[in-house]
């Protein structure tokens, strides 16, 4: 055992219980050193676990193959295990706390036999904030240390800001693949039987059987939104999967805008936009999660608590995410099941001609002939966010930066219009509470399926979710009776298509346009038109200046079709009706407000 360097006596105790429990060859304390990343990326190397990329190429970074039978978010086996089973509510899985407890007590029983236990203390957000939010990942795969110090601010600082006594969330995880002597490790260790519970009222995460990033990585979805979104719930402050971005004028106007995004609907492409718009400027904040609390001057304030990017790969490349290129030519990343080449670089679906052989993520030779993509479409790159090249300074700041509007945006093919500004807050809460979005493999189960994706937060609301939008409706009481102090709420579609699937919209870069016409809306300058569904931008008032697109295309992108919303209605009726009397009465009216004015429309 490595010496722990705390005397924090609830922390030590912990560390003993649950090695008596999993029994674990040794016990390692992280520093968070670069000495320790050698290391443990060696013996991952030796292992076959990582394989090393070319050093002129990707200095520093390793490639990762996952089991197939471990790729995605597995929300099948996602729990909340609130002490009342009414507290989770329809859009969680639940089980009782205590009979979860025993349970994974006796999966957890010997699990990290033959393995080490790797104690990784953290925080998320900056040390200096006034009540740093701290954790600790018990962990036996090396491969989540090593992406927990690319994901958050990790180690021996950490333990210090601790001292003694502070409060952090406890956060167990085992691949559950004990290893007898003298037998062979599999390349990745995971276990069929999978659970990733959360215990809200303890503030506490078991996870077992995945090494999956989302899975495992647990200060991320599963503290800084699932736990975290219960404490914001107590505590009076927001908890959300949303990107940040600073957005400067060319008159130096800035503007900060959070953006509420599924899982691989361009969020990270959107949070390091280069705007083609010429004067404008787009600075990253986060790209996944925000939290946001009410300021002294009665406005919504933002931070990401992450220090790293864990984004979707295929699709990125320098004409959709220039910026995120850059930061992975720095190196210091993982990449997990993407495609190697031949010359020790990695390749995934989008990023240009492929070459002429690679090898693919299950470890099989690749040509441009296969039939099946080189790369998983849920493989990841996993990057330090201080790589990125536009990062705002203000990103460093603990107290984080002033939201002046929240963008909600899905995967729609039809319906929905490329940007509406919602009339009011609770409206705005409305558009996010009924989000929808085609599903993507960023979760295990069928893509392209339309669902329900509030505030893109499905997943990962730590409580009932009629509660949640309740939540919502009451923050705007923090902006001290001033609703202009609120964000402004819109509703993005960059995903639309014409008759023939065509995309009737570029996105990427000329999303700027968009952006314009928000900021615009803020300034109170922009043309809209009002429409059953709230204030649509007319195509004059997109800036296209430069952009060849079909006058028809752009307006068919704008369009409100009444039938299409009609149809509309009856999905979102059923989906309110899954919360009971949990659903705020006031969305309930919003609906009936909504319908009224489809049946007036022309």
């Not at 609390?293 to 995410?321: I, K, M, Q």
């Not at 030519?329 to 990023?351: C, H, P, Q, R, Y």
């Not at 202009?484 to 819109?490: A, D, E, G, T, Y």
């Not at 997109?542 to 060849?548: A, E, S």
């Amino acid at each position: 055992m490595t010496h722990p360097h705390t005397s924090h006596p609830r922390l030590l105790a912990w560390v003993d219980e649950v090695a008596a429990l999993t029994t674990p060859d040794r016990i390692v304390w992280c520093d968070g050193s670069d000495a320790e990343w050698t290391r443990l990326t060696d013996e991952l190397v030796e292992s076959g676990a990582l394989v090393r990329l070319d050093e002129k190429k990707k200095p520093n970074s390793f490639w990762a193959r996952t089991d197939p039978s471990d790729v995605a978010r597995v929300e099948e086996r996602t729990f909340i295990c609130s002490a009342d089973e009414a507290d989770a509510g329809p859009t969680n899985n639940w089980m009782a706390p205590a009979e979860m407890k025993t349970l994974m007590t006796e999966l957890y029983r010997g699990s990290m036999k033959g393995r080490t236990m790797y104690v990784v203390p953290f925080c998320m957000g900056p040390l200096d904030a006034e009540n740093p939010m701290f954790g600790v990942e018990l962990t036996d795969s090396p491969y989540v240390v090593a992406s927990m110090r690319i994901m958050t601010r990790m180690g021996a600082e950490v333990l210090s800001a601790m001292g003694d006594d502070a409060d952090y969330v406890p956060c167990l995880h085992s691949i559950g693949a004990p290893l007898e002597p003298g037998q062979s490790d599999a390349a990745w260790p995971c276990n069929e039987t999978k659970y990733i519970s959360h215990f809200p009222e303890t503030r506490e995460i078991w996870s077992f059987g995945s090494g999956y990033g989302g899975n495992s990585l647990l200060g991320k979805k599963c503290y800084a939104l699932r736990i975290a979104s219960v404490a914001a719930r107590d505590e009076g402050w927001l908890a959300e999967h949303m990107l940040i971005m600073k957005l400067t004028s060319p008159e130096g106007v800035v503007r900060y805008i959070a953006g509420a995004f599924p899982s691989a609907c361009g969020k990270t492409n959107l949070a390091m936009l280069e705007p083609t718009l010429p004067g404008w400027k787009v600075e990253t904040v986060g790209d996944d999660i925000a939290w946001m609390r009410f300021g002294e001057d009665g406005r919504l304030w933002a931070t990401n608590p992450e220090f790293g990017l864990f984004g979707v790969a295929p699709g990125t490349d320098f004409h959709t995410n220039p910026n995120a290129m850059r930061t992975l030519a720095k190196g210091n990343s993982v990449f997990t099941n993407v495609a190697l080449t031949d010359d020790g670089d990695i390749w995934w679906e989008g990023m240009g001609e492929p070459p002429a052989h690679l090898t693919d993520w299950k470890g099989q030779d690749w040509t441009p002939e296969s039939e099946a993509p080189s790369s998983h479409p849920n493989s990841r790159f996993c990057t330090p966010i201080e790589q990125c090249p536009i990062l705002a300074d203000e990103y460093h700041d603990p107290r984080g930066v002033p939201i002046d509007a929240i963008l909600f945006g899905g995967r729609r093919k039809t319906t929905i219009p490329l940007v509406t500004e919602a009339r009011d807050w609770v409206h705005g809460v409305y558009l996010g509470a009924t989000l929808s979005s085609e599903t993507t493999a960023a979760a295990v189960g069928q893509v392209g399926v339309v669902r329900r994706d509030p505030m893109a937060m499905l997943p990962f609301i730590g409580y009932h979710a009629g509660d949640y939008f309740q939540h919502w409706i009451d923050m705007a009481k923090g902006a001290s009776g001033d609703a202009s102090k609120l964000p402004k709420v819109f509703y993005v579609n960059w995903f639309r298509r014409d008759a023939d699937g065509g995309f009737l919209w570029p996105g990427f870069g000329e999303n700027s346009r968009v952006l314009k016409w928000v900021v615009e809306r803020l300034d109170g300058k922009a043309d809209a038109v009002e429409t059953a569904i709230g204030h649509v931008a007319t195509p004059a008032a997109i800036d296209v200046t430069g952009l060849d697109i079909d006058p028809a295309a752009l307006e068919a992108v704008l369009r409100v079709d009444k039938d299409e919303w009609l149809a509309e209605l009856p999905q979102i009726t059923e989906w309110f009706e899954k919360f009971g009397d949990k659903l705020p009465a006031v969305l309930w009216a919003e609906l009936d407000a909504l319908r009224a004015r489809l049946a007036d429309a022309r």
